[in-house]
């Protein structure tokens, strides 16, 4: 292996050194800073619109339910038809109106209630105006029946089942939630990771083969060892690509909204208003503190050691089936055969980790697929908030960790006869040939 270090700086510097690597590392985050400008100005100018609704209250009973606000003004018309109110809203150019009929009866009221305008409403005007009616409306009718609302307030009793194990650990459902965020997060990231950067490395043996540098390389390094050195070099390489991605990325996320004087605080949305508004609920608020503590009692020392042994054992694992099919093809469009059995596994693994760690990340299901090597970077690292057993964990790497050597093995010595093969499409009876070799 004394030749495994200069192989892996060879990799690394001949992939930093690339013009397309150094471009596409410094002209991504500024696409991405751009369009994210691009949405935070159209945004702030979105919420400097004002709308006017207007509002024909021929009951009496609901027009003083609706309070201005910064974006929306409601403008109340009195003592006149229908068809009157709509041609002094179309002249106004108004945002819209808002008519309530003449109803005694509070259920048939709500069946009478329409708005229009010129053209089709934002979702969330609508779901205001019904929230803010359905609100008085329903107060209304409880008067009517001589029901005493404050009684029914006062009455209410909200249920929240605390969770505790037999050793005295407690949880919540909301703890639950946010231990899924993050293991779902980072079952993403590993798989998003490995599909970029695997490709990058099947390109790289692809592109090597085929200007037939390989075959002067090969003659005084092992195949094992030139393919490892790929594998980490590549790798290297890709994670100081993706270090730049956040460094520049926030450099260039203040600079430009120092320049264009967008304030990303401001970028409020509709419907992040109606959040606000909900927040000042205390149901609301006690939910944001359930959800801070869930945050403050996850296992943080393991999920990042965790994440960091399974996120480099599950990309190596997957970069050395990748290197050992760029060896067997000529061309990327030969490649296309070989790639469903790898991707099927970590598809796999994503929608387990998503439909079954959710529901029972200590059953059966969850616990063997964490044990399967082409699946348990994902489904394990989307375990492990959910306190995870430290031995069931050390046996997973374990077991990943002796599969990525034996994937080596296999994998050089197709890696091994494949470099050296051209113009001929190869099947897989010919790569278990080439294992036999």
Known sequence: MNHLPLIIKREYLSKVKNKSFIVMTFLSPLIMIVLISVVAYLSQVNNDKVRVISILDESGLVADVFENTDNTIYHKLEDMSLDT??????????????????????????????????????????????????????????????????????????????QENFVGETSSTTDNVIKLIFGGAAGYLLFMFIIIYGNMIMRSVIEEKTSRIIEIIVSSVKPIQLMLGKIIGTSLAGITQFAIWLVLGSILLFVVSAILGIDMSQMQTPQQAMIEQAMDNPEVNQKIQEALAGFYNLPL???????????????????????????????????????????????????????????????????????????????????????????????SLGILIGSFMFTVWFAAKIYRVGILMYGKKPTYRELIKWIKY
């Not at 990042?304 to 694992?317: D, E, N």
């Not at 959710?358 to 492990?384: A, Q, W, Y």
């Open 301 to 395: 020392t393991n999920l990042i050691v965790a994440f960091i042994l399974f996120f480099i054992s599950g990309y190596l694992l997957y970069s050395s089936f990748y290197a050992a099919i760029g060896a067997a093809v000529d061309n990327e469009t030969d490649t296309q055969q070989f790639m469903l059995p790898i991707i099927m596994p970590l598809i796999l693994a994503v929608y387990i980790g998503i439909f079954t760690v959710i529901e029972d990340p200590h059953g059966t299901v969850s616990t063997v697929f964490s044990f399967i090597p082409l699946t348990s970077p994902v489904v394990m690292l989307m375990r492990i908030p959910f306190s995870v057993p430290i031995w069931q964990q050390l046996l």
């Open 85 to 162: 109110a709509k041609e002094v809203v179309t002249e106004s150019s108004g945002y819209g109106l808002l008519h309530i009929q003449n109803n005694d009866d509070v259920n048939l009221l709500s069946k009478g209630i329409r708005f229009y305008s010129k053209e089709s409403p934002s979702i969330s005007t609508i779901s205001n105006l019904e929230y803010q009616l359905t609100k008085r409306l329903t107060r209304l009718n409880y008067k009517n029946l001589d029901i005493d609302i404050d009684k029914i307030e006062s009455s209410k009793i909200n249920v929240t089942i605390f």
